[in-house]
């Protein structure tokens, strides 16, 4: 069972991308989905979150503002919206089922999209 993101690139600073998060029926009908990052030489990190049920969100301070989450429940695809990119964007960036919004991660994890924010 894997989660499959794609939406993934590089960009310029001040530039917009969609990531995209396609899970399984049964992760959307009891988890939560939630997006980390890691930069080169750097801790993961929590970005955002959702829980399918009711649409709540939660986001790390770093994007808040910037980033909004989403969910298309017809296609089971939750969706990373991230605004005015910044070089510290810059990252590997990973969707997961969380137990919920926010949660802990299940084991669940998509393969990383890479992300690059450069002028």
């Known amino acids: 069972v894997q989660l499959v993101e794609s939406g993934g690139g590089s960009v310029r600073p001040g530039e917009d991308l969609r990531l995209s998060c396609a899970a399984p029926?049964?992760?959307?009908?009891?988890?939560?989905i939630g997006w980390f990052r890691q930069a080169p030489g750097k801790e993961r990190e929590g970005v955002s979150c959702?829980?399918?049920?009711?649409?709540?969100?939660s986001h790390a301070d770093s994007v808040k503002g910037r980033f909004t989450i989403s969910s298309d429940n017809s296609k089971n695809t939750v969706h990373l919206h991230m605004n005015n990119l910044k070089p510290e964007d810059t990252a590997v960036y990973y969707c997961?089922?969380?137990?919920?919004?926010?949660?802990?991660?299940?084991?669940?994890w998509g393969q990383g999209t890479q992300v690059t924010v450069s002028s």
């Open positions: 959702i829980r399918i049920r009711d649409g709540s969100t």
């Open positions: 029926q049964f992760i959307f009908d009891d988890f939560g």
């Open positions: 997961a089922a969380l137990t919920g919004c926010p949660g802990t991660a299940t084991g669940y």
